[in-house]
């Protein structure tokens, strides 16, 4: 069954984010996931009924696909997405978009956010995704089990007696 990803991007780069969705049908890139985003713009203003249908698409998806193009490191809607995305268990992997020059400075809102996500941040290697998907995914799962852990930890050393 394809992993379910959710695409982050700044809505400059639509449309590379839609040749980015595409790529599950390219014959020659061994990449399986069903793509989860807003591709066409929410007609809409509001920002708390754009926050919700955000967060619908985040539903039934393991990792997140921040696309990185020029602009994107300013983003606030795409860290805000990074840090559901945490929230939520997913995995982060970012991708440096083709032909683009995408400085990402570490002190950017979105920088931040992928720094603490533990997010790799890879080149447009289209035959590496699938991989890094995987990987993401991999370490969200360990990251949660450890959070788990800690959890029970905590509540087990309140009803252990001393």
């Not at 790529?23 to 007609?43: A, E, Q, W, Y």
């Not at 990074?82 to 268990?89: K, T």
Request: proline share 5%; hydrophobic share 40%; aromatic share 6%.
């Amino acid at each position: 069954m394809p992993r379910g990803i959710f695409i982050s991007f700044q809505h400059k780069n639509r449309n590379q984010a839609k040749g980015f969705n595409l790529l599950h049908h390219n014959t020659s890139v061994d990449i399986s996931f069903r793509g989860r985003h807003f591709l066409d713009p929410i007609n809409s203003e509001n920002k708390d009924y754009i926050w919700r249908r955000i967060k619908e698409q985040l539903r039934g998806t393991s990792v997140t696909v921040v696309l990185l193009g020029e602009r994107t490191h300013r983003s606030v809607w795409v860290k805000r997405e990074i840090e559901e995305s945490v929230a939520r268990g997913n995995g982060v992997v970012a991708i440096q978009l083709k032909d683009q020059n995408c400085p990402l400075p570490p002190k950017s809102c979105v920088g931040k956010a992928l720094n603490a996500a533990g997010a790799e941040i890879m080149p447009w290697e289209p035959h590496e995704f699938a991989d890094a998907i995987e990987r993401a995914a991999l370490a969200a799962g360990r990251a949660m089990a450890i959070r788990r852990g800690l959890k029970t930890a905590r509540i087990g050393s309140k009803s252990c007696p001393r």
